[in-house]
């Protein structure tokens, strides 16, 4: 298990919803960001005073956090007591940013900031359903800089309607042209309860997918990101911890509507809208909607479908050869471990899947 | 009772041309139901029967009309059940011919007219639905009297609807049909021509006495079986099944004799006093035999078990259903059915999955070849996957049958087609009216069962009419083709059909398959192949990628769930050597099968 602590804050508000997201966000209640953000404060300070561990990660995501006053963004921020050299991320659009921005989050304590590029390609932006202007990158990258912020990620999609190979090869020269410490990219996903899921003619096909993925990997690589997690490349030493953590089954508290925590096996997450979430906490109870206590089988599971995806990858432990020879293609072995191929992280549900029914 | 006074019919009619409006109509004209009471189609029992608006099963059912009593004895609508109709007619002096005054007379209407006249009985043909604007009564009488030497102006004009016309219909009965014969101091003679099994009663036979006469509490001898039951109850139908003391000469009635198994209650038996029986039995007539096979296997293996018991109950009820345990590769342990036809088929893979709760796949339809093997030995095959290699088949015989089919002149061509390209043998064409044209046909049965009956109501809008008969079995060039994926035979899939047609058979198969197939981790090739040459290939490409979904906010929880749903769905996979198949891939593809080329 990962020995550091996360801390995770949402930032449940959106000018605009994209129609491919299906995560707890809302385009319609900002008049509600005060009480919330001062809802969080409240819930962060319940749980210090409960002898929450020092936070070796933060990341504060959304939702858009750049949607939120700056000044009070930090002030959540400086609620949560850090350990030293923690990594905190704010998830930026690069339509908000701003060096003033940038500059209020630095002395915030900031020292990362994940930026959603999703494409250099207007069209697919726009197929995307996303509205910023693919110029608006390099600026935003930019005012990051100049802030004195170092450590950046671009994240990246793809797979939407529309794109083509070379417009995939557009946004990863753009992308990589920017010389990023960090760059995520995700297929796009088809995700039930979303406008996307509705429109079958514009859903991915896994072979483009598998093809841009491919593509992806060696225009990293050739640029010095290397992979360490699935849809996750970074220069050495800038790996993301959080990200880390979450693939380690570490610790983490989750604050805001909707966000997800973890200790010890036990999982648990919040109550979904804003508005519930502002009121349980003035109410001084717990948002807590749901949890999980996972069993020591399911848990060693779970360890494995999630440590498979890293570049560390699992113990061989008690894996026959006849388990790891059905996969010959998927795995390779690096001294006591087992590690996917790159057709491996391609199909590392697969793999996962196995290597639970071998467990 | 007095002879004189009674009457036996059956209606005849095709399959929406108004004969369970008739006998709404007729129940309740003679006050033997209620309008209040009335439920449309009193006489289909059997929610299929209502929601299909078929009758499967013959009912009967007594009616008083002014002095006479009526017998309407109940015959089912579809070429399948056409013995049913034999039986019924054999209870009956006259029939009833019921045809749409908007579309004319249908080739198995016709059909079992001619059943009817063979067998002596009065036709009384009624022309219905006249208050319908496009009714034209006088050209289809015109057809009528053509076809079936029925004179025109003796044909009746009815609304079974509105009622109009049936008060003179009934009279019409009692004219023109004669009474019954018999002699009620003779031998008990009763004919049963219908048993279904009641959970509570057991076996309810329908039944008519022939001559003597039958009470309740009497030992009676059941002719064909041999066996001795006692009458515990004698009565009839009105349509609440009423107790009645006796049944004499011409009555038509049920008999409860404490029988578990229709089986020993078979229609055609004839049923004696075991004290004085009668010298011989009443001619009865031959079982059907199954003409259609498929194997039928539970989705879900632990249901094996009760598939076996159900189709046990079923048979109760429904003596022509065959069945035998079968094992196939491909989908484990089922049973080998038999039916008398398509819609059999359908109804009791309906019947099975509605009443007893099971999900089930069906297999393409076969019929039953007769093998000659080079040693000169014969076997009887029904199984593709029974078929001996091609190099120990000396040849295959497979059931022609003759092919009547009624339409309207217009679609002549198209049928014709159809027919050509189903391997049908033109044997005459007549007109019936300027209009109408009647086809006659030599087709393998084979070419029948698969959509024929579809293909030929959407050629001709729905307007034509099907009856066939079995003519004989004939040698034909057959080849079975075998379905392989990965290198493996997929039995589930294996077809008899004829050589020339096995390429596109195959074909067809392979990109069906090929659709609906999911990718697996490796390429899969799927083959068709006759004997060990290949006559097709399609390759399901293996999968490169699976999610590579983003993880919102730490939730972890949901990325194992996905995880563990997708193992659930594999273990309700099917392997056929290492290709793993959701089992709805069979119902697909052997659905689709029904286009065959």
């Known amino acids: 298990m990962h020995p550091g602590f996360g801390v995770y804050v949402h930032i449940p508000f959106c000018a605009k919803k994209c129609d491919y997201c299906a995560f707890a966000t809302f385009t319609d209640r900002e008049k509600l960001i005060e009480q919330y953000l001062s809802a969080l404060r409240t819930h962060i300070r319940r749980s210090v005073a409960g002898s929450m561990p020092l936070a070796t990660s933060v990341f504060i995501g959304g939702g858009t956090p750049t949607l939120v006053p700056a000044e009070e963004l930090m002030g959540v921020l400086r609620e949560i007591p850090l350990a030293s050299g923690a990594e905190v991320t704010v998830e930026c659009n690069p339509d908000d940013i701003s060096t003033a921005m940038m500059d209020v989050y630095r002395r915030g304590g900031v020292n990362r900031i994940s930026i959603g590029v999703q494409s250099a390609v207007e069209h697919v932006l726009r197929a995307l359903g996303r509205t910023h202007k693919p110029e608006n990158v390099r600026g935003s990258v930019d005012c990051v800089r100049e802030a004195g912020i170092e450590n950046f990620n671009l994240d990246v999609i793809y797979g939407a309607a529309g794109e083509t190979l070379d417009d995939w090869r557009e946004t990863l020269d753009a992308v990589v042209g920017l010389n990023p410490p960090h760059v995520s990219a995700y297929g796009l996903t088809v995700e039930p309860n979303t406008v996307l899921a509705t429109q079958p003619d514009r859903h991915p096909d896994d072979d483009d997918q598998a093809d841009k993925y491919l593509l992806c990997d060696e225009v990293m690589t050739a640029n010095n990101l290397l ?10 030493g800038r790996e993301c911890e959080h990200n880390s953590l979450y693939w380690r089954q570490g610790n983490y508290e989750g604050f805001g509507s909707a966000a997800h925590a973890h200790l010890n096996g036990r999982r648990w997450w919040n109550v979904r809208t804003p508005e519930r979430y502002i009121e349980l906490v003035n109410a001084g109870e717990s948002p807590e909607s749901a949890s ?68 | 009772m007095e002879l004189s006074r009674i009457r036996n019919f059956s209606i005849i009619a095709h399959i929406d041309h108004g004969k369970s409006t008739l006998s709404d109509r007729i129940l309740e004209m003679t006050k033997a139901v209620d309008a209040r009471e009335m439920r449309a189609q009193y006489l289909d029992s059997m929610d299929l029967e209502r929601e299909r608006g078929i009758t499967i099963k013959a009912q009967n059912v007594r009616v008083d009309w002014r002095d006479s009593i009526l017998h309407l004895i109940d015959t089912p609508g579809h070429v399948d059940f056409g013995y049913e109709v034999s039986r019924s007619l054999a209870a009956c002096e006259g029939v009833v011919l019921v045809v749409d005054a908007a579309q004319g007379i249908e ?97 309810v036979s329908s039944v008519r006495v022939m001559n003597g006469r039958m009470r309740s509490n009497e030992k009676l001898l059941f002719m064909q079986t041999n066996a001795v039951h006692e009458a515990l109850e004698v009565g009839v139908r009105r349509p609440a099944p009423t107790p009645v003391d006796e049944l004499g000469p011409g009555e038509v009635g049920y008999l409860i004799a404490g029988i578990k198994d229709v089986g020993e209650a078979r229609s055609g038996e004839t049923v004696t006093h075991e004290a004085r029986p009668a010298d011989e039995p009443l001619e009865g007539y031959s079982d059907p035999k199954p003409m259609v096979f498929c194997g039928l296997f539970p989705i879900e293996a632990d249901d094996f078990e009760n598939l076996r018991e159900s189709l046990q109950k079923l048979k109760l009820n429904d003596a022509s259903i065959s069945y035998s345990p079968e094992s196939s590769g491909a989908l484990g342990f089922g049973f080998r059915c038999g039916f008398l036809g398509l819609l059999h088929m359908e109804i009791v893979k309906e019947r099975l999955e509605r009443e007893f709760n099971l999900a089930l796949i069906a297999t393409a339809p076969s019929v039953q070849y007769q093998v000659t093997k080079t040693d000169g030995s014969a076997m009887i095959c029904d199984n593709p996957s029974d078929l001996p290699p091609t190099n120990y088949i000396k040849s295959i015989e497979e059931p022609f049958f003759k092919l009547n089919i009624i339409t309207p002149k217009d679609y002549t061509g198209t049928l014709m087609d159809l ?20 086809m006659h046909y030599l087709m393998p049965l084979a070419e029948v069962v698969v959509d024929f009956f579809d293909q030929m109501k959407s050629r001709s809008q729905g307007y034509a009419s099907l009856d066939y008969e079995l003519h004989g079995y004939r040698e034909s060039d057959l080849v079975k083709v075998d379905l392989l994926l990965n290198g493996i035979v997929a039995d589930a899939f294996s077809t008899i059909v004829h050589r020339e ?27 068709a192949a006759i004997g060990g040459k290949f006559i097709a290939r399609e390759t399901v490409r293996a999968k490169r990628k699976d999610v590579l979904a983003k993880c919102y906010g730490g939730d972890i929880s949901r990325k194992r769930k996905l995880l563990e749903k997708q193992k659930e769905g594999k273990k309700k996979m099917k392997s056929i050597g290492r290709v793993e198949i959701p089992g709805d891939v069979f119902i697909s593809a052997l659905k689709l099968d029904g286009r065959r080329p």
């Open chain 1, 227 to 236: 992979n360490y997690e699935i849809s996750n490349w970074a220069k050495p």
């Open chain 1, 292 to 359: 999980e206590t996972l069993d020591a089988q399911t848990r060693k599971r779970e360890a494995l479908q999630l440590l498979v995806r890293t570049r560390e990858g699992v113990p061989v432990g008690s894996f026959s050869d006849a388990d790891l020879d059905e996969m010959a293609e998927l795995i390779q072995r690096r001294d006591d471990r087992i590690v996917l191929t790159i057709d491996g992280r391609l199909l590392a549900n697969e793999v996962a899947l196995r290597l639970i029914d071998a467990v």
């Open chain 2, 107 to 203: 080739a198995q209407t016709l059909a079992n007219c001619y059943l009817a006249l063979e067998n002596n009985l009065e036709i009384v043909a009624a022309l219905n639905k006249i208050d319908l604007p496009a009714a034209d009564p006088d050209r289809y009488a015109m057809e009528i009297e053509k076809v079936l030497g029925i004179r025109a102006e003796d044909i009746l004009r009815i609304s079974a609807k509105t009622g109009e016309g049936v008060p003179e219909l009934l009279d019409a009965i009692v004219q023109r049909i004669p009474p019954p014969k018999g002699d009620a101091d003779a031998p008990l003679q009763a004919l049963i021509f219908d048993s279904q099994y009641d959970q509570y009663r057991g076996v």
């Open chain 2, 419 to 438: 027919c050509q390209s189903r391997r049908g043998e033109f044997d005459k064409l007549e007109y019936l009216s300027p209009e109408r044209v009647e």
């Open chain 2, 501 to 527: 047609k096995a390429y596109d058979y195959g074909r067809r198969m392979c990109e069906k398959l090929k659709e609906l197939i999911p990718r697996q981790m490796f390429d899969v090739p799927i083959q």
